[in-house]
């Protein structure tokens, strides 16, 4: 089965293929999720993630939907079941082929068995409480390479309207085995307020396969230069 990693996001896709000599009216989807998988914020309705889910759907004999969602996995183990997909239908009748009779049914498939492992990079951002406007600010990332294996990385500072980076943007770093690096991104803040340092992307190869993973940053107050000062 597929192989995915603790933490990190999955895209999983629904197709649908309608073989039914008659019209078809999909009503609505919901993702019944396992305690294995974080429950996100569009777990239940899909709308955000499937737009087209928010009304029917009339689905002729050869017609293809898709749709598509992310999972990310919780736990660790072989063989765990995600959840399932259940869909809401009925047989679509009448002149504009949106109207029903029929009783709705539903029907429910089962998302496909997934080992999840640990993950193999842990990743975190430190970031001071505040700052002040124009002068610079010290972010670090904190890598951490669980794995037997020398891993290099490839780490972006994503563009931000609040603040200009001063120094590399992008720079390549090798993580060796079991251990750990600190990486710092010195920011000068151009607004005040509450505000997210820009995200840092970091991309890799694992298995021969490109993958990456953006790290979020937490909040900074950004204060005036005169803020403390006394009239």
Not at 89 to 98: D, E, L, M, P, T
Not at 123 to 128: E, Q
Not at 131 to 144: N, W
């Amino acid at each position: 089965g597929m192989v995915v990693m603790e933490g990190e996001a999955v895209m999983a896709r629904v197709v649908l293929d309608v073989a039914a000599p008659h019209k078809l009216l999909l009503e609505g989807a919901e993702l019944r999720l396992n305690q294995v998988v974080a429950k996100e914020e569009a777990a239940h309705s899909l709308d955000s993630w499937a737009p087209a889910l928010k009304a029917p759907i009339v689905l002729a004999a050869g017609d293809r939907f898709c749709f598509q969602f992310p999972l990310i996995f919780c736990g660790q183990g072989d063989a765990l079941s995600p959840g399932s997909v259940a869909l809401r239908w009925s047989r679509a009748v009448g002149a504009s082929s949106s109207v029903t009779n029929s009783p709705s049914a539903v029907t429910t498939f089962k998302l496909p068995e997934v080992s999840v492992k640990a993950r193999g990079l842990v990743v975190r951002t430190l970031v001071p409480p505040q700052g002040v406007l124009g002068e610079k600010l010290a972010v670090e990332l904190e890598a951490k390479n669980k794995t037997d294996d020398s891993v290099e990385y490839q780490v972006e500072a994503q563009p931000s309207e609040s603040f200009l980076l001063a120094g590399f943007r992008s720079t390549k770093v090798r993580v060796l085995p079991r251990s750990s690096l600190r990486l710092a991104f010195n920011l000068v803040p151009i607004s005040v307020g509450l505000l997210h340092p820009p995200k840092i992307l970091l991309k890799w190869k694992r298995d021969g396969q490109d993958v990456q993973q953006a790290v979020s940053t937490a909040k900074v107050f950004i204060q005036p230069p005169d803020f403390n000062a006394q009239e």
